[in-house]
């Protein structure tokens, strides 16, 4: 008989951290404080917008440790805000947008306050990729963020058409719209689709594990 028994080493199967207490109070705060403002700023419609629709998931994801929301949104935000800040950039530096979309936040008839909360952009994407390395990626992202897109796009075609809204109307590249309302939506969902999300989704299959409840199940 062995004189002592070999002990077990624990394995890892990924991501077994959560998000700490004090940040996701912080989240829910920041969702609180953020969604007052920004309905007295630019009213309900406003939360059309995808990005919007970002904070709120995310902060949501946060508050309940959900992988499966964190990585939705990081599938829909991380690229978009990064182009975002871009485009700012330029703005600010060579005085004129890369694509645009950020015109308002230039626009002095916005209170100023209302248009500083939108720096949120620069932000969110390092706290969606540090949320993932500790909640891990789950896989299930792309398809829950393709399934939320369509009908955001349907609403934002027909509640809002005069403020062209996530680009449901005319594209933010060439300024113009493809065809009839089903034609042009179908153009920008698949666009979003297979040119953002899955590139994305794609990336953070390589660089972060599955969450550990997920492994458990395969």
Known sequence: MAPFAAKKMPTSTGPRQKIPDWFR???L????AWFAAYWRAWGPAN??????????????????????LVSSQADSSVLIDIVWTLDVAARLLFGRHLIGGTEYLFDGSTPLWARLLSLFHIVLPFVLLWSLG??????????LQSAILLPVLIASRFVTPDQNLNFAVKD????????????H???????????????????FMRLFPSPTHSRKRQ
């Open 25 to 27: 109070w912080l989240a």
């Open 29 to 32: 705060l920041w969702l609180i």
């Open 47 to 68: 939360f059309l917008h995808l990005c919007d629709i970002a904070v709120i998931l995310t902060c949501i994801g946060l508050w309940t440790n959900s992988a499966l």
């Open 134 to 143: 500790r909640l891990g990626y789950d896989r299930r992202g792309w398809k």
């Open 172 to 183: 933010p590249f060439l300024h113009r719209s493809y065809g009839p309302a089903p034609a």
């Open 185 to 203: 939506l179908a153009i920008t969902f698949l666009f979003l689709v297979f040119v953002v999300y899955l590139p994305t989704h794609l990336l």
